[in-house]
C-alpha cells in the first residue's frame, strides 16, 4: 500500500516568509508525528497528533510553528515568518497507535535563504 | 530527560563483512523500546530492527541483530555480511512505554551514524 508522503519535497523560501508542509499519512493511522532534522543531527520530535487533536506540541520552537490535522488524516505544518535557522528536512511520521512503529515519509527539505 | 549517543560519526566495512554499530542511552525508565532507522540519501527512515527492554532476548532481522545490554544503557548493531545497499545514515532511537505518564511514543534518536561499504 501507499506510505507516507510530503509535499513538497524541497521548499525554497525567503527570510520573513510564511510556508506550509503537507503530510499524508498512512491510510488508517491515528497517531501522527512532526519532527526536524538539520544538518548533521537526527530528528528532532516536534508535535505529535492523536486523530484531529495535538496531543502533544512541547517540541515546537517558537510561537511561529503550528500544526493542524483537521479531519485526522493529512497534516499541515506551518511556519510563520520564517528564519535562515528554520533551513532543515522537516519528517512527518504515522503509525496505527501511538504504541506501534512509526513510518516516515522521505521529508520536506526547506531552505530559508 | 532521556538521551541518546552514537560516539562513531562514520564507519567504513568491506563489501561481505560484519560491522557493529555503537549506541548508548541514558534513562532512568526501566521499560522503553530501542529501535535502529537506516536513513539513505533519499532522506526516508526505515525500521531497520526493534527492541522491546523487556525483553532479555536480543532481537534479529535476518542480516541484522543487536547487541542489547540493559544494565549497561548499550544498544548496538551488528549488520553481518554487509552490502552495497548497507550504505546509509544509520540511527539510533529510544521511545519511552506508554506506561510513563506524559509519553506519546516520540522518538529520541542520536546524531547518527555514517555508514559506507567497500566493494
Known amino acids: 500500500g501507499a506510505g507516507v508522503s510530503q509535499t513538497p519535497s524541497n521548499k525554497v523560501t525567503e527570510k520573513g516568509k510564511y510556508v506550509e508542509l503537507r503530510c499524508d499519512p498512512i491510510s488508517g493511522h491515528t497517531a501522527l508525528y512532526w519532527y526536524r532534522q538539520s544538518l548533521g543531527q537526527g530528528p528532532e520530535f516536534l508535535i505529535y497528533f492523536q486523530g484531529t487533536g495535538a496531543a502533544d506540541d512541547s517540541g515546537l520552537p517558537n510561537d511561529r510553528f503550528f500544526a493542524v490535522r483537521p479531519e485526522g488524516s493529512v497534516s499541515t505544518l506551518k511556519i510563520q515568518r520564517t528564519e535562515r535557522g528554520d533551513s532543515a528536512v522537516y519528517l512527518c511520521?504515522?503509525?496505527?497507535?501511538?504504541?506501534?512503529?512509526?513510518?516516515f515519509g522521505p521529508g520536506t527539505r526547506l531552505t530559508v535563504l | 530527560a532521556q538521551t541518546v549517543t552514537q560516539s562513531q560519526p562514520e564507519m567504513s566495512v568491506q563489501e561481505a563483512e560484519t560491522v557493529t554499530l555503537s549506541c548508548t542511552y541514558d534513562t532512568s525508565e526501566s521499560d522503553y523500546y530501542l529501535f535502529w532507522y537506516k536513513q539513505p540519501p533519499s532522506r526516508q527512515m526505515i525500521l531497520v530492527i526493534r527492541q522491546e527492554a523487556y525483553k532479555q532476548q536480543n532481537a534479529t532481522e535476518n542480516r541484522f541483530s543487536v547487541n542489547f545490554q540493559k544494565a549497561a544503557k548499550s544498544f548496538s548493531l551488528k549488520i553481518s555480511d554487509s552490502q552495497l545497499g548497507d550504505a546509509a545514515m544509520y540511527f539510533c532511537a529510544y521511545r519511552s512505554s506508554m506506561n510513563y505518564g506524559g509519553s506519546q511514543g516520540n522518538l529520541i534518536f542520536g546524531k547518527g551514524t555514517k555508514l559506507s561499504v567497500k566493494p
Open positions: 511520521a504515522s503509525s496505527p497507535t501511538s504504541l506501534d512503529t512509526q513510518y
